[in-house]
């Protein structure tokens, strides 16, 4: 398993390709959730490479299943703030972590700032939905910490029926769609920034950091 903090993943080349931030809302089949809205609403955007992949995705969902965004950009300023709220939640788990070692176990579940997926619009966290707009069981809750969930949230962590079913329907859907997931997120996929392009094995990452929807 390679973590986002890995130096091959860091020293991704970027060129950003210039695609604009767009709205996710009225994409079929894709439902915008409520729970990390803020006010720019940059929680509902995301590059226009993503979006037309997420959007292919949910069409290829079976009937009666639909993509639930909880939050796709995310500003750098948010980003500091997950990244230091965990980072001491290790601290007290963890007590006497090496400053190494608390960059390491930190990276399991929320990106560096500086290479964060979220602040370049191509990364999302989603889960499944019914057609009426309820949250499914996908195994644990989305954004479990690995010490919240005892790895479950890892994506390829075994749950019992129907929460593996439901996962393996999304990772079916999202993967045939090109995305790209962060194994211990099952939440979390991705397309064009320094994480997908060192898993592809692509030249250079399309995505680089980005402003937040005007």
Known sequence: ?????????????????????????????????????????????ARRGLADRLAAAAL??????????????????????????????LHGHYPGLSPERLYDLASRWVAPPDV?????????DLTLCDADGRELDLGTPLDATPEQSDGACYTAAEVSEPAATHRATLVRALRHAGLINYPTEWWHWSYGERYWAFATGAEHARYGPVAGPE
């Open 1 to 45: 398993m390679v973590l986002i903090s890995d130096p091959r993943v860091v020293g991704v080349r970027v060129h950003d390709c210039g695609e604009p931030l767009v709205d996710l809302r009225g994409l079929p089949r894709l439902r915008i959730d409520v729970r990390k809205q803020e006010d720019t609403g940059g929680w509902h955007h």
């Open 60 to 89: 290829d969902l079976p009937a009666g299943f639909d993509l639930l965004i909880v939050e796709a950009f995310r500003s750098p300023e948010r980003q500091h703030e997950y990244w230091n709220h965990y980072c001491d939640q």
């Open 116 to 124: 964060a997926p979220h602040c370049t619009g191509g990364a999302v």
